[in-house]
């Protein structure tokens, strides 16, 4: 089965950058996809951005402008460019593996990790 493995989080000041990446291994069979998602204590896990093995990506759009996903598939690896954050960016942040194996949708969710932006 395919595995996630976020790095990158920490803590910035507004309007500084973060680089997020995701290690992708294991079985992608049926894998379409990869997303990047966010949560917040309490809250719903929500997407942030997505990129499809084709290399077509989706942003939320608070994050336009200010976000980049990116793929380098020679090093298994997703990455989430984060420009000119907000402190209402502060989050987990999480990778996910996204398709369908054998008809079922399926996601596979990292371990997550933090941002923290401070104004």
């Known amino acids: 089965q395919v595995q996630v493995v976020e790095s990158g989080g920490g803590s910035v000041q507004a309007g500084g950058s973060l680089t997020l990446s995701c290690e992708v291994s294991?079985?992608?069979?049926?894998?379409?996809?990869h997303g990047w998602y966010r949560q917040t204590p309490g809250d719903q896990r929500d997407l942030v951005a997505t990129?499809?093995?084709?290399?077509?990506?989706n942003y939320t759009d608070s994050v336009k402008g200010r976000f980049t996903v990116s793929r380098d598939n020679a090093k298994n690896t997703i990455y989430l460019r984060m420009n000119s954050l907000k402190p209402e960016d502060t989050a987990v942040y999480y990778c996910?593996?996204?398709?369908?194996?054998?008809?079922?949708?399926?996601?596979?969710w990292g371990q997550g990790t933090q941002v923290t932006v401070s104004s």
């Open positions: 996910a593996a996204e398709g369908q194996i054998w008809g079922a949708p399926t996601i596979v």
């Open positions: 294991g079985n992608s069979f049926g894998i379409t996809s």
């Open positions: 990129i499809s093995i084709l290399g077509d990506t």
